[in-house]
């Protein structure tokens, strides 16, 4: 059955459908249908909902996020893992599964299936991961890797920390009933379909500071603060080059409760997604090529 993620196939099934019929339709004016039928502002909101469905694990500032079908760095030119997969005994696993707060808009749950940890983010896909040792697990899929941090012996995980893009993000265990909360949260922000407030504002500052090369660590969270640090050197020269901004237009709400927006920069364009914590940090912001 298809869902959003086909719209463009969908789209295209219309055109001809109605081409058939001597009825002219545009390919934008048919995406345009396709993302009202499917319930979505417009086209623009349906696009960004599926990148965001295609990137299985969210990342801190880069200038891009890799997806399921992306090349993987733990992989040799003969297609073999060069990571070596290990048994790990599955009570030490059941240690693992629970629920793990990413920010104030995602979790990240971790089940067990048989001999393998499972995991999924706030409105992407399910990831497996496979054992390295006892505490260290990576993904085939994608280019990441989770460090779990053990509690008192024979005591559930108390944290964990996700390694991708060059970012260590690290994740304190909650309980389910938190972990309702803030899906509840997420669904009734993708329903209002509005900004929160203050996320434009803090988005310009933040790429004014990056393009600098002196972003404002203080109006981040501790982890975003961290993730930039580390990749200031390779966000900098590229936002540079694009140049200041010329208008953001707000697109709608991502799958984690993060707001969308498309820049326009003096020499281009660039597609952001952002969010503030309850104390007005900002918690999330990632960057991808411009529309």
Do not use: C
Not at 96 to 119: C, K
């Amino acid at each position: 059955m298809r869902d959003f993620r086909d719209a463009k196939a969908m789209a295209q099934t219309l055109r001809e459908a109605l081409n058939a019929k001597s009825v002219s339709l545009t390919h934008s004016d048919s995406l345009e249908l396709i993302a009202k039928i499917l319930g979505f502002q417009d086209w623009n909101v349906l696009a960004a909902r599926i990148q965001a469905e295609r990137q299985p694990f969210a990342t801190g500032p880069g200038t891009s996020a890799r997806g399921m079908d992306s090349p993987q760095d733990n992989a040799d030119p003969s297609g073999k893992s060069a990571r070596q997969e290990v048994a790990v005994d599955a009570a030490i696993l059941e240690l693992y599964v629970g629920f793990y707060q990413l920010n104030d808009n995602a979790v990240f749950t971790v089940t067990r299936d048989g001999n393998h940890l499972i995991t999924r983010l706030t409105g992407q896909s399910a990831v497996p991961l496979y054992a390295q040792s006892d505490t260290e697990f990576f993904a085939k899929v994608v280019d990441a890797q989770i460090s779990f941090i053990p509690g008192a012996k024979g005591q559930a995980a108390i944290s964990l920390i996700l390694h991708q893009g060059g970012a260590d993000m690290p994740m304190q265990r909650i309980d389910g009933a938190m972990a309702q909360e803030i899906a509840r949260r997420a669904a009734e922000r993708m329903k209002r379909q509005s900004a929160s407030p203050g996320t434009e504002a803090a988005l310009r500052r933040l790429i004014d500071g990056i393009i600098s090369g002196k972003p404002n660590y203080d109006e981040m969270s501790s982890g975003l603060a961290d993730a930039t640090r580390q990749q200031l050197p390779n966000l900098q020269p590229g936002l540079a080059e694009l140049g200041a901004v010329q208008s953001a237009g707000f697109l709608g709400v991502g799958a984690q409760g993060e707001d969308v927006y498309s820049v326009r920069h003096d020499n281009g364009a660039s597609h952001w997604r952002i969010a503030l914590d309850s104390q007005g940090k900002i918690s999330t912001a990632w960057v991808t090529p411009g529309p």
